[in-house]
T-cell receptor
Framework: GNSVTQMEGPVTLSEEAFLTINCTYT??????LFWYVQYPGEGLQLLLK?????DKGSNKGFEATYRKETTSFHLEKGSVQVSDSAVYFC????????????FGSGTRLLVRP | DVKVTQSSRYLVKRTGEKVFLECVQD?????MFWYRQDPGLGLRLIYF???????EKGDIPEGYSVSREKKERFSLILESASTNQTSMYLC???????????FGSGTQLSVL
């Protein structure tokens, strides 16, 4: 079946540190891949996405590259800010069901000043 | 600004009560979804609807039902609330053929 596995949190970093949040997936064919972010007290919002192998999604300084060979979509940011503190969810939509998102368990990021 | 609005931010109910969670979107989206969010489990799909009066079960539909009488409104119903339904409930919507979901800010339901 289809599934998404994320690294467990919380991840605690100092401001300006480099961030990596690992995400791997299981799916047939070529799913679309997403990162959603949930700030405290809010719903989820789309951060970035990639729809085919080797695509790089980017937004607000965050990047993730669709790696078919390692079935991964790791989230990275070169220099985190306190305002990046949130829960990050990796997700995919299967090829046969483009409107049905399958989420990972989420990774909480805490950035300290 | 596009919006998905959930009627309550916090809700406290007693075991056995019938509970209605309401969601309204103003984007004329065809697809609407109900998820529950639990620590360590991420988001799990309860039900979704791809058109008025149409619905499909998600991954965890047991104990829940839904209603979509109008395009903009999607209701989640707990016929007889139980303590294991204490959770954060998130509504989302998207247009036909669009992969980007828009989420409401959630309803934290506590069943005592």
């Amino acid at each position: 079946g289809n599934s998404v596995t994320q690294m467990e949190g919380p991840v605690t970093l100092s401001e300006e540190a480099f961030l990596t949040i690992n995400c791997t997936y299981t799916a047939t064919g070529y799913p679309s891949l997403f990162w959603y972010v949930q700030y405290p007290g809010e719903g989820l919002q789309l951060l970035l996405k990639a729809t085919k192998a080797d695509d790089k999604g980017s937004n607000k300084g965050f990047e993730a590259t669709y790696r078919k060979e390692t079935t991964s979509f790791h989230l990275e940011k070169g220099s985190v800010q306190v305002s990046d503190s949130a829960v990050y969810f990796c997700a995919l939509t299967p090829m046969d069901s483009s409107y049905k998102l399958i989420f990972g368990s989420g990774t909480r990021l805490l950035v300290r000043p | 600004d596009v919006k998905v609005t959930q009627s309550s931010r916090y809700l406290v109910k007693r075991t056995g009560e019938k509970v209605f969670l309401e969601c309204v979107q103003d984007m004329d989206h065809e697809n609407m979804f109900w998820y529950r969010q639990d620590p360590g489990l991420g988001l799990r799909l309860i039900y979704f609807s791809y058109d008025v009066k149409m619905k499909e079960k998600g991954d965890i539909p047991e104990g829940y039902s839904v209603s979509r009488e109008k395009k903009e409104r999607f209701s989640l119903i707990l016929e007889s609330a139980s303590t294991n339904q204490t959770s954060m409930y998130l509504c989302a919507s998207t247009g036909r053929g669009d992969e980007k979901l828009f989420f409401g800010s959630g309803t934290q339901l506590s069943v005592l």
